[in-house]
Nanobody, 118 residues
Framework: QVQVVESGGGLVQPGGSLRLSCLAS????????MAWYRRAPGKERELVAV???????TYANSVKGRFTISRDNTKNTVYLQMNSLQPEDTAVYYC????????????WGQGTQVTVSS
């Protein structure tokens, strides 16, 4: 069955950096577009970044130029490098496959907490 395990979150000061990792299993990783999502306190889950099977990338406007998504198909892992973090980036970050209907996904990992605070 599809499983993802996110890691790498933590507490960081504004302007700092973190690198999130997501280990996926239960499907042919190299054949799936993948994405990072996040849910801030009191808000709906939102799409942060997408990486296609061909490694094309797209980003939410709020993170463009600061975050970089990448993948390693040999390790079934997708990464999110986050630079210049701001308090508004505080959220639980999730990875999952990507689909235009992602908001209807029912299966999610536990996520990893990112807190940006001085």
């Amino acid at each position: 069955q599809v499983q993802v395990v996110e890691s790498g979150g933590g507490l960081v000061q504004p302007g700092g950096s973190l690198r999130l990792s997501c280990l996926a299993s239960g499907f042919t990783f190299s054949l799936k577009d993948m994405a990072w999502y996040r849910r801030a306190p009191g808000k709906e889950r939102e799409l942060v970044a997408v990486i296609t099977t061909g490694s094309s990338t797209t980003y939410a406007n709020s993170v463009k130029g600061r975050f970089t998504i990448s993948r390693d198909n040999t390790k079934n892992t997708v990464y999110l490098q986050m630079n210049s973090l701001q308090p508004e980036d505080t959220a639980v970050y999730y990875c999952n496959q990507y689909s235009p209907s992602w908001s209807r996904f029912t299966r999610w990992g536990q996520g990893t907490q990112v807190t940006v605070s001085s």
